[in-house]
């Protein structure tokens, strides 16, 4: 079955500290894998997607096929991450086009 | 170039009767894909349309029901309200209908059913 669980409903950390939002997927085949955003009264936005390999806003995530894993990482913690993260899944081609999300963890920076 | 629109943004309806949403996709985009959005289960996949063909769909009753037309705005529809349709329900719309393409979401459309 394709699933895609993130453990974490609330994660608090403090400005500046590192921050790691896990997300663990069931899929079998090839997935693309996705992180959203949803910053407060905003509409949910792509973060950053696993084939570009890119880091944005400083977030960077590794896909990691052995665990089946795909965690955000960010190594400075900033007020204005506070946000909804989701982890999300897509088959490749066909009929898997569909996202998958995970329930979401809610990032919150302390000051 | 405008983003998604979906109207109306809040709904209040009574168990028992039907609804329709409204979703326009970025200009060029085809494929319009819909997300039920709770707090207890999260984003879940409804359906995606693609030039007006329906090519999946999630894991709903059929009471949810959508379509699209030639000009690629969707609409989706829900029968016989229930108070667990109570949702935020998002649409997304991508250039094409492949998962490479980035996924641009509406606003989302508040439906609350008592």
């Known amino acids: 079955a394709q699933r895609v669980t993130q453990p974490e409903k609330l994660l608090s950390v403090f400005k500046g500290a590192p921050v790691e939002l896990k997300c663990n997927y069931s899929y079998s085949g090839s997935p693309e894998l996705f992180w959203y955003v949803q910053y407060s009264r905003q509409r949910l936005q792509l973060l950053l997607r696993?084939?570009s390999r890119e880091s944005i806003k400083g977030f960077t995530a590794d896909l990691n096929k052995g665990e089946t894993s795909f965690h955000l990482k960010k190594p400075f913690a900033q007020e204005e991450d506070s946000a909804m993260y989701y982890c999300a899944l897509s088959g490749q081609g066909g009929a898997t086009n569909k996202l998958i999300f995970g329930t979401g963890t809610l990032l919150a920076v302390q000051p | 170039k405008a983003g998604v629109t979906q109207t109306p943004r809040y709904l209040i309806k009574t168990r028992g009767q039907q609804v329709t949403l409204s979703c326009s996709p970025i200009?060029?985009?085809?494929?319009v894909s819909w997300y039920q959005q709770t707090p207890g289960q999260g984003l879940q996949f409804l359906f995606e349309y693609f030039s007006e063909t329906q090519r999946n769909k999630g894991n709903f009753p059929g009471r949810f029901s959508g379509r699209q037309f030639s000009n690629s705005r969707s609409e989706m529809n829900v029968s016989t309200l229930e108070l667990g349709d109570s949702a935020l329900y998002l649409c997304?719309?991508?250039?094409?209908?492949?998962?490479?393409?980035?996924?641009?979401f509406g606003p989302g459309t508040r439906l609350t059913v008592t």
């Open positions: 200009s060029g985009h085809r494929s």
């Open positions: 696993h084939i």
């Open positions: 997304a719309s991508r250039l094409r209908a492949v998962a490479t393409y980035e996924q641009y």
